[in-house]
């Protein structure tokens, strides 16, 4: 038969020398092998303590933005629940009322804004949907739960902290987004 | 005779001294054999550039009494179709023939507390090494109980294995043995370790009869490359298939102790047992006194097992499982003619010696 690729290495089928039938100098072989490895530098991260340092395109759970005095960028439009191909974003619009003005960038806002993160592909989608850079993905990921319900993320779990009143968690939040103040690079 | 008279026969203080080794003994065994759980994951994990468990306590030395919790609030499942007076026997049975040995390997040599010289040897059996060997005989009924009481064909297999593996290389370790016997001319393990303080060790006298006990003894306490009874990618966990909780943990642990035992006895065979190397132990004695030097003894003695521990560990990361008939091949024909060889060539040349090496 015709080999398909090159790279056929044909089985020894010599029958094995005396040398090699007392096995012997095999395993010690083996073994001076597994013991030069106990002394080899371990490539593993202690996870918890340390992570990894991302890409700069890394999408992890999404976050709804605001500015810099604290208010929220959303203005819910719904461009980022059309946009989403998984179907994950829900919201309700609401008017911003007289003296909301700290809280609310503009005059519509979104009084309930839901992703659901077992739908969520992490596509980034909505990030690029978004016209007023409200929501975009951040660099948290991998979150655990007891029931689905806890899954369905909603303004609570999503708004970033106050910038003025809790800036590291918002320096946090915003990740490697404050050295790159155009995003994550993926609208180029 | 009233029976206060038969307690004024008994001697106190060696009932009491004998306890107290006794119990230090059998903790210790089973402290060495969590440890050697520890161990073991640790070297897997050292040789395979991983880290280990490192979670429980400071680079996770808590991880044994983790495991042992964790195994005592585990379910205790007997099956429904076992024999279950046999199916408790057999744990039982695998953890008391593993502690037995513990009672003729000399410790170390004499303390002297209390006005008394107290020998670190529990027993100082006279036939120390036949009773080694009848107690390592016995240890397969622990497996086969319980394989066979668990009334599963695995199990059964994992015990059928067992049995005749063990039962095949006792026969080449007796026979190497033989010729270490011939040398020593005792029985005794104290005995050989007296005579190993002054001379050389047995290892310089007999290398190819250590080589042929070591592989056995790989076999008998069912450590890899030998360890098809519990072969767990083709027997599911072999003979203790069935087994939960703490009877599982017995087995386990049994095995553990088994190996730290078999590597007292072979340090006490061929490597000099409680012999501290390249010191002259009479000029230590008047420098440090006696109960120093014993300790110090245990402690080298102590330092060999885990050498001898570590190489079982060594060997078992490296060497991947032998085949069942390979297994029996190397055990009836080729360790069992090598031991035969090495006995005979041993006879020859003592004759010889005696004989002042002429023809």
């Given at each position: 038969m015709q080999a398909l690729t090159n790279r056929i290495k044909p089985v020894s089928r010599k029958p094995m020398s005396i040398w090699e039938r007392m096995y012997l100098p095999a395993i010690f072989k083996g073994m001076t092998i597994t013991f030069s490895h106990m002394f080899k530098k371990v490539p593993t991260i202690r996870y918890p303590e340390k992570t990894r340092p991302f890409s700069p395109v890394f999408r992890g759970l999404q976050i709804l933005n605001r500015d810099e005095e604290g208010r929220e960028n959303c203005t819910a439009c719904g461009l980022c629940a059309v946009a989403c191909p998984a179907e994950a974003i829900t919201m309700e619009a609401a008017e911003r009322k007289p003296g909301e003005e700290h809280l609310y960038r503009e005059e519509k806002y979104a009084a309930k804004y839901e992703i659901n993160m077992l739908r969520c592909i992490f596509c980034g989608l909505c990030e690029e949907a978004c016209p007023k850079d409200a929501v975009y993905l951040s660099e948290t990921f991998a979150p655990a739960n007891y029931q689905r319900k806890g899954f369905i993320y909603g303004k609570e779990n999503l708004l970033i902290p106050h910038p003025k009143e809790d800036p590291e968690g918002f320096a946090k939040a915003r990740g490697s987004r404050a050295a790159h103040p155009e995003g994550h690079g993926n609208e180029h | 005779m009233h029976l206060n008279h038969i307690f004024l026969l008994i001697d106190w203080a060696l009932f009491i001294e004998k306890l107290v080794l006794i119990i230090v003994v059998?903790?210790?065994?089973?402290?060495?054999a969590?440890?050697?759980?520890?161990?073991?994951?640790?070297?897997?994990a050292f040789m395979q550039d991983r880290v280990g468990p490192n979670r429980a306590g400071p680079f996770g030395i808590l991880q044994p009494v983790a495991d042992g919790v964790k195994l005592f609030f585990k379910e205790e499942i007997v099956p429904n179709f076992s024999s279950k007076f046999l199916f408790i026997l057999g744990p039982c049975l695998a953890m008391l023939t593993a502690m037995m040995i513990g009672a003729v390997i000399p410790w170390g040599d004499k303390i002297h507390l209390f006005g008394r010289d107290i020998s670190l040897q529990i027993a100082d059996v006279n036939i120390g090494i036949l009773y080694v060997f009848g107690i390592v005989s016995l240890g397969v009924y622990g497996i086969m109980i319980g394989g066979w009481a668990s009334n599963n064909k695995f199990s059964l297999l994992g015990a059928m294995r067992a049995a005749s593996q063990i039962v095949?290389?006792?026969l080449a370790m007796g026979i190497s043995l033989i010729a270490l016997l011939m040398i020593t001319g005792t029985l005794s393990l104290n005995e050989m370790v007296v005579q190993q303080k002054d001379h050389w060790w047995n290892i310089f006298k007999q290398p190819l009869g250590f080589l042929i006990f070591l592989i056995c003894a790989f076999a008998e306490t069912n450590r890899t490359p030998f360890d098809l009874p519990e072969a767990e990618n083709e027997l599911i966990g072999g003979y203790h298939a069935e087994y939960s909780s703490m009877k599982l943990g017995f087995y386990l642990f049994s095995e553990y102790i088994n190996m730290f035992l078999s590597g007292a006895v072979m340090a006490t065979l061929y490597f000099g047992g409680y012999d501290i190397?390249?010191?002259?132990?009479?000029?230590?004695?008047?420098?440090?006194?006696?109960?120093?030097?014993?300790?110090?003894e245990g402690t080298v003695f102590f330092i060999k097992i885990c050498c001898f521990i570590f190489l079982f560990m060594w060997v078992r990361w490296t060497v991947p499982r032998f085949r069942y008939d390979q297994l029996m091949n190397l055990g009836w024909k080729i360790l069992l003619p090598l031991a035969l060889f090495n006995m005979l060539v041993t006879g020859a040349l003592i004759l010889l010696k005696q004989n002042h090496w002429h023809f």
């Open positions: - | 059998v903790m210790g065994s089973l402290l060495v969590m440890y050697s759980t520890y161990a073991e994951r640790k070297v897997a095949s290389y006792e190397p390249f010191v002259n132990d009479a000029n230590l004695v008047h420098n440090i006194g006696v109960n120093w030097l014993a300790i110090l």
